[in-house]
C-alpha cells in the first residue's frame, strides 16, 4: 500500500510527548558548569573599564570570562560563492577578542558558575564604562540614505522589465502607495542554547541548529580545529523558523567557556539574550504602485523596498521576489534599497521577503480591485500567467493558481458576500473578509544519505538533517517505505548528529525534497544490486536474497562530492537556481481567505475564520503538511495583527525583550483554519515536492488587511493592524 500521502503520526512523537526527548539543555556530562552572559549597553564605542571583581567573588563562580583573558578565537569569514555557510555567522563580530562594542546588546562577558542561578546572580554584577561612538540605531531616519543593495548571486538588487515609471504615469488608473512592517523577533518555544564538551581539541556540542553542518563548519574555523573534530548534535529543536539557521554568539560562547574552564558548559539564553543575540525579521519601507487599464490588465508594477542592514554582516531580504513572478505586469520595476545601522544583523524569519513583500503586493491588489470595481479574485485571474512576467522565456515548471482561486471560493463562500465595506454588522462586531495570494520559492539543494536494508528486513536510513518539529523523519520513512516497498514500520532514521551524512539546512522550505532526491537514488541503487543477487541466488524475498548471498545488510550511499559533480561538491548548499537550473519557476502557492469582526466602538480586532487551499505538489504526509501550513498561517496572524520590536530611537536598545511586551498570537486569537491541498506533483522537482514550510504564512498580513478594509472601510498599511490605528 502507498505511504506517501497517508497521515502518519510522527515517528517521534512517542518520545517528545513522554518527555523522554533530550533537547540541547537537557544533557548532563559529568562536571557540568553553567553560563550567562553580560551585555553591552552602547551602540558603538568601546570598553573603558570592566568591573567583574564582585561577579567573581560571589560563591560558586568559576571565572568571569572578557576580552582581557578569554582564549583566542578566530574572526569568521565572510560569505563567498563557494563559501555558502558562512553567510550564516550572525555576525561578523569575533566575540571576546577586543574592547569594540558593534551593538547594543553585544556579549562583553560570560560569567561561568556551579549553577545556573549563581551565574546570573554574578552576571547582575558586572559594570562596563564605556567610550560611546556616534551611532545610527534610528531605521526610519535613517531612510533619507538608503543606497541600492549590492548585487549578489544569492540576493539579486531587483529586476526590470520595460519602463515602469513611464507605464505608471501613462496608465488610465494608478495607485503609488506606501506600506511598512516593523521588526520582528523569533521566539521559538525552546530558547536558544549549546552544551559544550571539549575533549582535548575535539569538541562535542549539542546545539539548537537548524543547519548543523554550517555550526560544525564554523565552530571548526574558530576554533582552529579541523570539521572532523567538531561533532553537533541535534535531534530534537523546539522551533527554528530561521532564527537557528546562523550561528549566533552564545554557541560561539559556550564553546568558548568550555575551552577556558576545561569543564563542560551549559549556555541557555534568557529570553531577554535571545532578542539581544540573535537577529530578527527586518523592518521594512515599501512602494507599491500600480498602473492598470479599466479592465485590470496591469500595465506597470513598481515594487521598491527599503531594509535595514548591520555593518556587521546579516543577510538581505528579498521582499519583491513576489512582486517579480506572480501577475503578468507589462512593465516591472523590482529594487532593493537599504540602511546601514549600528544594530544587531537581521536573519532569516519565516518566509523571508515573502511574507511582507506579499502584504504590500496583495494589499495592493486588493485596493486596485475597490478602484476598478472588480472582483479581488478576477482581478488576479486576469492577470494570470504561465510565464516568468520579467522573462517569457522562462515558463512556470507547475502553476495553478486559478484551480486555487476556486476552490478556496468555494470552501469559504467567497461569493456570498456584499463587497461593499462595512456592509456587514453582528450586533457590535462591523464583519468582513479578505483574500491574498501567497507565494514561496521552492529550491532544492544537494543531499547526502545512506539507506541500509538488512537480512531481518529492516531499513535505515541515515542523514543529518535537522528536525525542528515539521516531521521530517517521519515523511523520510514513508518516502523509502514507498521507493523499496517495504512497511512503513520497517523503516528507520537517523538525524540531527554532524556524524551522519550532510543534509542541507532546514530552511527555505528545501529540505524534503532534496532529501528525497537522495534517498529515491539510493533505493533505486540498492533494488538494482538485490535484483542481480536474485538471478544468482534464486530469488526470493529481501531477506531470504541476502541470507542466501551471505550478507547482513546491503547499503548504498548517494550524495558524495564525486556523485553531485565538481561545482556541487565544493558548494555544497548552493540552490538548484545557481546549479544551472534556472528556466524553470518552481514555487509553492496558495490562496488565503479569512473573516474578521472589528468592534465599532474600540478598534479590537478578532479574526474569525480562515481557509486556506495550497499546492505544495505532492502531500508526503497530509497529518504533517497540514500542520506545517496552519503553523505558518497563525505565525502570519502574529505579523499581521500584533508583533513588533520597540527599538528606542536614540540607544538602539530593544525595549520590549519578552513575551509580556512582544504580542505572539495565543489560543484565543486563532480561529479555526480549514487547510487542504491540490497534492498535484510537480513535475520537475524530487517526487514533485515543492515545500509546505513557509508558504502557510505568505499572503496572511494582506488577507488580514483586506478583510479589515472590508469591515471597517479603512485601509491599514503600516503593520500590525492594533485598535489604534482603527479608531
Known amino acids: 500500500m502507498r505511504t506517501i500521502g497517508q497521515p502518519r503520526d510522527r515517528v517521534d512523537g512517542g518520545v517528545k510527548t513522554t518527555g523522554a526527548a533530550r533537547f540541547a539543555a537537557e544533557h548532563f556530562p559529568p562536571g557540568l558548569a553553567h553560563a550567562v552572559l553580560v551585555h553591552a549597553t552602547i551602540a558603538r564605542g568601546r570598553i573603558t573599564a570592566l ?55 553585544q556579549p562583553i562577558a560570560v560569567v561561568v558558575a556551579e549553577s545556573s542561578a549563581v551565574a546570573r546572580e554574578a552576571a547582575a554584577l558586572v559594570r562596563a564604562e564605556y567610550s560611546a561612538a556616534e551611532s545610527v540605531v534610528d531605521f526610519e531616519a535613517a531612510e533619507k540614505d538608503a543606497r541600492p543593495q549590492p548585487n549578489n548571486p544569492f540576493f539579486p538588487r531587483g529586476a526590470t522589465s520595460g519602463d515602469a515609471e513611464a507605464a505608471l504615469a501613462a496608465a488610465p488608473v494608478a495607485l503609488d ?27 562535542t556540542i549539542h546545539d539548537t541548529a537548524q543547519s548543523i553542518d554550517w555550526v560544525r563548519t564554523h565552530l571548526a574555523r574558530r576554533f582552529g580545529v579541523p570539521m572532523t573534530n567538531v561533532r553537533v548534535l541535534a535531534p530534537f529543536v523546539g522551533g527554528g523558523f530561521g532564527g537557528k539557521s546562523a550561528l549566533w554568539p552564545g554557541t560561539v560562547l559556550a564553546a568558548l567557556a568550555a575551552r577556558a574552564t576545561r569543564r563542560p558548559i551549559r549556555l541557555v539564553l534568557s529570553r531577554e539574550s535571545v532578542y539581544r543575540t540573535v537577529g530578527g525579521r527586518t523592518p521594512s519601507i515599501q512602494r507599491l ?41 507589462g512593465n516591472i520595476l523590482a529594487r532593493h534599497d537599504l540602511t546601514r545601522v549600528d544594530l544587531l544583523p537581521n536573519t532569516f524569519m519565516r518566509a523571508p521577503g515573502e511574507a511582507i513583500g506579499s502584504f504590500a503586493l496583495e494589499s495592493a491588489m486588493d485596493e486596485l480591485a475597490y478602484e476598478l470595481g472588480i472582483d479581488p479574485i478576477e482581478l488576479r485571474l486576469r492577470n494570470e500567467t504561465d510565464a516568468d512576467p520579467l522573462d ?6 507547475h502553476r495553478r493558481l486559478p ?76 518516502i523509502t517505505a514507498d521507493a523499496l516497498g517495504v512497511p512503513f514500520e520497517a523503516v528507520r532514521v537517523e538525524y540531527g548528529d554532524s556524524a551522519l551524512p550532510v543534509s542541507p539546512p532546514a530552511g527555505g522550505s528545501p529540505q524534503t525534497a532534496s532529501i528525497a532526491a537522495a534517498v529515491v537514488r539510493a533505493c533505486e541503487e540498492l533494488k538494482g544490486r538485490l535484483d542481480a543477487m536474485a538471478r544468482r541466488t534464486g530469488g526470493g524475498t529481501e531477506a531470504e536474497i541476502l541470507r542466501r548471498a551471505g550478507k547482513p545488510y546491503i547499503e548504498a550511499a548517494v550524495g558524495s562530492n564525486t556523485r553531485l559533480g565538481k561545482i556541487a561538491g565544493r558548494a555544497r548548499f548552493l540552490p538548484s537556481f545557481l546549479l544551472g537550473h534556472q528556466r524553470l519557476i518552481k514555487a509553492a502557492t496558495g490562496a488565503q481567505f479569512c473573516e474578521v469582526r472589528v468592534d465599532a466602538e474600540t478598534g479590537e480586532t478578532r479574526v474569525t475564520r480562515w481557509v486556506g487551499v495550497f499546492d505544495i505538489g505532492t502531500v508526503v504526509n497530509a497529518k504533517t503538511a497540514a500542520s506545517q501550513v496552519r503553523g505558518g498561517i497563525v505565525m502570519g496572524l502574529g505579523l499581521a495583527t500584533a508583533e513588533e520590536t520597540l ?46 514550510g513557509e508558504v502557510g504564512i505568505t499572503g496572511v498580513g494582506a488577507a488580514v488587511a483586506n478583510a479589515v478594509h472590508h469591515a471597517t472601510g479603512k485601509r491599514v498599511r503600516d503593520l500590525p493592524i492594533t485598535l489604534d490605528k482603527l479608531l
Not at 567573588?57 to 555557510?85: C, D, Y
Not at 521559538?188 to 552544551?195: D, G, K, N, R, V
Open 177 to 203: 502607495l506606501r506600506y511598512t512592517t516593523p521588526q520582528q523577533n523569533h521566539n521559538a518555544l525552546e530558547l536558544h542554547a549549546a552544551t559544550a564538551v571539549w575533549d582535548g581539541d575535539r569538541l
Open 51 to 105: 568591573h567583574t571583581g564582585e561577579a567573581s567573588a560571589v560563591p560558586g563562580v568559576v571565572a568571569v570570562l572578557t576580552h582581557r583573558n578569554a582564549p583566542p578565537l578566530r574572526p569568521p569569514s565572510r560569505p563567498n560563492l563557494f563559501n555558502v555557510a558562512m553567510l550564516y555567522s550572525g555576525t561578523l563580530v569575533n566575540y571576546l577578542q577586543s574592547d569594540e562594542v558593534h551593538w547594543e546588546g
Open 289 to 329: 504602485a500600480l498602473g492598470a487599464e479599466r479592465d485590470g490588465r496591469l500595465t506597470a508594477l513598481v515594487h521598491t523596498s527599503v531594509t535595514r542592514s548591520s555593518r556587521i554582516g546579516g543577510p538581505f531580504e528579498q521582499v519583491t521576489s513576489v512582486s517579480q513572478h506572480l501577475y503578468a505586469a
Open 647 to 692: 527599538t528606542d530611537p536614540r540607544t538602539g536598545r530593544i525595549m520590549n525583550p519578552s513575551l509580556s511586551e512582544y504580542h505572539v498570537p495565543v489560543h484565543a486569537d486563532v480561529p479555526p483554519i480549514d487547510v487542504s491541498f491540490l497534492d498535484e506533483p510537480d513535475p520537475h522537482t524530487p517526487l514533485g515536492i515543492l515545500g509546505a
Open 392 to 397: 517569457a522565456k522562462r515558463k512556470w515548471s
Open 403 to 478: 484551480e486555487l482561486y476556486a476552490l478556496g471560493a468555494e470552501r469559504f463562500g467567497w461569493y456570498d458576500r456584499d463587497p461593499a465595506p462595512r456592509s456587514t454588522r453582528d450586533g457590535r462586531w462591523l464583519v468582513g473578509t479578505g483574500m491574498a495570494t501567497a507565494f514561496h520559492p521552492a529550491l532544492t539543494l544537494p543531499a547526502h544519505v545512506t539507506v541500509r536494508l538488512s537480512d531481518d528486513g529492516g531499513v535505515l536510513v541515515r542523514c543529518g538533517f535537522q528536525e525542528m518539529g515539521m516531521g521530517g523523519a517521519t515523511a523520510q520513512a514513508q
